[in-house]
């Protein structure tokens, strides 16, 4: 099976970064194919960067669906254009934050999320909200990281994630913690060691979600509102869309 995860950001180390975590916990058999998007920010830490970069999420769909792909992860933690997605392949698209919350829920009743900044718990929040997980979330704390920090390799953006995670463990009364970033996709072992707490990453779990999807023969339902967008004009930069659906 070929899953096509697209790190919504443009930064190519990132890409790769998501891509290795991915493919070391696919099965055998599963094609990891990583993108990101050409044209976009360099990382999604506000809502107009997580506006621009839901385009390029579309336009990666749109490619994944001229290359035979059997499902989507969209690897940020704002699951940027999740639905818009869905309505462009019959594959399952799964979203990173989603995917953790759901594998959260299933191997504890609360958890808390620990993401980069502070300015994007918001962005979690409102996700929690639209998918029915707020009870379950007993906080959203922030590393007060920039998502580019989990590029350099000094160790310092992990260590504030390590410490964040324990403040959590402390003070949260929580089962497990939920990493937020697709950027930490590499780092979770690491902090469970430290933690001594189940620690949930959207990347890793949105794989194993996708590959039990396409294996129980399920995909994203085109019935209502999920179906192909209804065809019509698009004007200007978008004029190459108005042949979708067609
Ligand atoms: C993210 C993420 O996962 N990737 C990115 O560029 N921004 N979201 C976040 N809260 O750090």
Request: with cysteine; glycine share 10%.
């Amino acid at each position: 099976m070929k899953i096509r995860v697209i790190n919504p950001n443009t930064t190519i180390s990132m890409t790769e970064k998501i891509g290795e975590a991915a493919r070391k916990i696919a099965s055998p058999g599963t094609v990891i194919v990583a993108v990101n998007p050409k044209s976009g920010p360099v990382s999604i830490e506000s809502h107009f960067d997580e506006a621009i970069s839901a385009v390029g999420v579309t336009e990666e769909v749109r490619a994944g669906e001229r290359d035979t792909t059997d499902a989507y992860i969209i690897a940020c933690f704002g699951d940027p254009g999740l639905l818009a997605a869905r309505e462009l392949t019959s594959g399952p698209v799964i979203g990173i934050a989603e995917a953790a919350f759901h594998v959260a829920t299933l191997i504890s009743t609360r958890f808390s999320i620990v993401t980069t900044l502070g300015r994007t718990g918001i962005i979690a929040e409102h996700l929690l909200q639209n998918y029915g997980f707020s009870h379950h979330c007993r906080k959203v704390r922030a590393a007060e990281i920039p998502v580019l920090a989990l590029e350099d390799d000094s160790g310092a953006a992990l260590s504030r994630i390590v410490e964040e995670c324990l403040r959590a463990k402390t003070e949260d009364n929580i089962g497990s913690i939920v990493l937020g970033c697709g950027g930490m996709a590499d780092l979770t072992s690491y902090i469970q060691k430290e933690v001594g707490l189940p620690i949930v990453e959207g990347v890793t779990a949105a794989v194993k979600l996708a590959e039990s999807l396409v294996s129980l023969g399920l995909g994203t339902s085109k019935h209502g509102d999920l179906a192909s967008p209804r065809p019509k004009l698009f004007n200007g930069q978008f004029a190459h869309l108005s042949h979708l659906g067609r």
